[in-house]
């Protein structure tokens, strides 16, 4: 005989699996610093990547007024103006990837646990089923 509590346990535990659960179960098994640390240091990396080739595409499309038009102050000044935006950004980027991880490993390590609570109740129902099964 089926026990209904059991099959909504298990409805529910497969729900959440199906639901997005096995990227948060990969999120909660990194250790906090570690999956913040990991995923910053990419973001940071394909940010720097993205600003490289919008600097060189400009600098390709604007290459003739560049090196024609504009003195050495000039070219010094845009080279830095190019590293302050540059610095921004990446100052940017870093604060605000580290506030996004951070919340979305605490998402998952919350959603997590209650998924392993849920287990831990189905694990007692199968046990009092045998339980009762055995005193039959």
Known sequence: MLNEERVKHMIKLADYETKGGKEELKI???FKKDYISMNTMWTLLW???AYALVVMTVWLALRELVTVELNQIQVLSLVILIATIY???FITYLVKARR???RKHA???HRVKK???NLMVLERIY???DQDAETI
């Open 28 to 30: 909660s098994s990194y």
């Open 127 to 129: 046990e009092k089923e």
């Open 47 to 49: 940010m720097t990547v």
């Open 115 to 117: 998924f392993k609570e």
């Open 107 to 109: 998402r998952a390590y």
């Open 100 to 102: 996004y991880y951070k």
């Open 87 to 89: 610095l921004a950004l």
